[in-house]
């Protein structure tokens, strides 16, 4: 047969069988031409089934998913099974369907499209499920000492909306850790996100940690366990992700990081040609805190194998450079774990080394290059509620000849003294990323983590743009209206 030779000489090539009936089979789902298929396509050497036919009334609906239920019990290695109905009398169907369901774009009536009459959009299919109680309305938090101006609230339930979700996302301030005994407690909650000054205390709390939590050493994204293992062990990473969106008593936690994505992220996004990663390239991280942590490993999985740090507290400075100079670190981040953000396989990090600038006074190290990525984690609105002394760097460590990329993690005020410091440097080649950029790039892979769906990206630029305000509560136009234009954004109706 054409299709058998096909199929031996597929290779890594995925092979998708599909059958679809114009007109409804007499028997329906219960007819026997549909289990045929189904063993047919085994036979073939396919990868995945699509089989669908028209519905004739409502029950086809359910009929579809006992015809699910039939193949799963068959003998032999299972078929993943894309089926559903077809026409408006299968909508439900295709709510249900679990694997590649087809959608609508919503600026595309399915009804203007050929063979598309009666199909959803994804936010319907997934409302869909809520609807039905197949999901549950969770509860996200963000939680630290004083998160009252986070941006996180607005970005995420806007997302949870354009998606479908059911889902609240509120802020949660509070004096200790103990905070988070309420919030854990809630049988709908769904997660949280850790902030200053609790990203490494909260590790205490965690019964599993993601291998990027471990080698960081720092959290910054709560999740709910809430079935263990017969032998009352705590899951594996996907067996953790599997029971998202679905409510009830929290009988572990586990923690994972999504800081080191977003950092990474934005030095790629603001790294020039010239500025290459290259074996002696020398990264600065400004701070010995949760994020200093992740910006350390960001670099690291950018390849960066000399890292300098200088923190105001000499001794947590060099804490930190003793924990990422350990071997078991590097190991630990070549590990498998959860995919979120991005598809691509990561490499693996090199043998690297962090040492340790004992003060801002000092000369930049002999010996080394000029640094060239420099991540600034000096949060400008400490928890205390007053504002930190204004932070800029050394000019002797600003001598590359070729510039480079500096991120400034703080937004709250936008435009801080290292913002300006670097604005005047950039016809030397220097690259300003801020904490704009950064906040939605971690929050990307949050809320995968948290929903299991994937984040919708330029929403959330936009909601952050939007909603960001100055110290004075002012929008800025002249600075925010250019960005937000970028990403496709509506004009503001603060400007």
């Not at 290695?77 to 408006?88: D, E, F, Q, R, W």
């Not at 203007?112 to 197949?134: C, D, E, I, K, Y």
């Not at 101006?149 to 996302?169: D, F, I, Q, R, T």
């Not at 923690?255 to 990474?264: F, L, P, V």
Request: proline share 6%; charged share 20%; net charge positive.
């Amino acid at each position: 047969m054409k299709l058998a030779r096909i199929t031996d000489a597929k290779g890594n090539i995925k092979i998708i069988g599909t059958n679809t009936w114009t007109e409804r089979l007499e028997g329906g789902w219960n007819d026997y031409e549909c289990i045929d298929r189904y063993q047919l396509a085994q036979q073939l050497g396919c990868d995945l089934l699509r089989i669908c036919m028209p519905a004739a009334s409502f029950n086809d609906n359910f009929a579809s998913q006992a015809f699910r239920q039939r193949v799963d019990a068959l003998p032999g290695p299972a078929l993943p099974l894309i089926c559903y109905n077809t026409g408006s009398l299968g909508r439900a169907s295709l709510c249900y369907n679990s694997v590649m369901t087809p959608v609508s774009a919503p600026a595309v009536p399915a009804s203007r499209v050929p063979n598309m009459q009666g199909l959803l959009t994804a936010a319907q299919a997934t409302n869909a499920l809520f609807s039905t109680f197949v999901l549950d309305p969770m509860r996200f938090y963000i939680f630290g000492e004083n998160v009252s101006y986070s941006l996180s609230p607005e970005m995420h339930n806007a997302a949870y909306k354009a998606c479908g979700l059911a889902h609240v996302y509120s802020s949660c301030s509070a004096k200790s850790i103990r905070g988070l005994n309420e919030l854990v407690n809630d049988d709908q909650f769904g997660g949280a996100a850790i902030t200053q000054p609790y990203k490494t205390e909260v590790i205490a709390l965690t019964h599993s940690l993601s291998h990027h939590a471990k080698a960081i050493g720092a959290v910054n994204t709560l999740i709910p366990i809430r079935n263990t293992l017969p032998d009352g062990s705590i899951p594996d990473d996907l067996g953790i992700l599997a029971e998202r969106n679905t409510a009830g008593p929290v009988k572990a936690l586990y923690g994972a990081n999504s800081d080191w994505i977003g950092i990474r992220a934005c030095i790629r996004k603001g790294l020039s040609p010239i500025n290459t990663v290259r074996a002696n390239t020398c990264g600065l991280v400004i701070g010995a805190g949760g994020m200093a942590r992740a910006a350390v490993y960001a670099m690291m999985h950018l390849g960066v194998t000399k890292i300098f740090v200088c923190n105001r507290t000499l001794e947590n400075a060099e804490k930190m450079a003793a924990h990422f100079n350990r071997p078991d670190v590097v190991d630990r981040s070549r590990e498998q774990s959860i995919a979120v953000h991005e598809s691509a396989e990561e490499p693996d990090p090199l043998p690297h080394t962090v040492k340790v600038i004992r003060s801002y006074q000092d000369e930049w190290p002999t010996g080394n290059r000029q640094p060239t990525i420099i991540v600034s984690c000096i949060p400008v609105q400490r928890t205390d509620n007053h504002q930190s002394t204004g932070f800029t760097l050394p000019p002797a460590w600003l001598k590359s000849p070729t510039g480079g990329v500096v991120v400034e993690l703080a937004y709250k005020p936008l435009v801080t003294p290292l913002v300006l410091q670097m604005r005047a440097e950039a016809h030397r080649g220097w690259i300003l990323m801020d904490g704009l950029d950064m906040l939605p790039e971690q929050a990307f892979a949050q809320f995968e983590l948290f929903t299991g769906r994937r984040a919708p990206r330029r929403l959330m630029r936009a909601e952050v743009l939007r909603r960001y305000r100055n110290e004075r509560g002012q929008w800025d136009h002249e600075s925010l209206q250019p960005r937000l234009n970028s990403v496709g954004g509506h004009e503001s109706s603060a400007g």
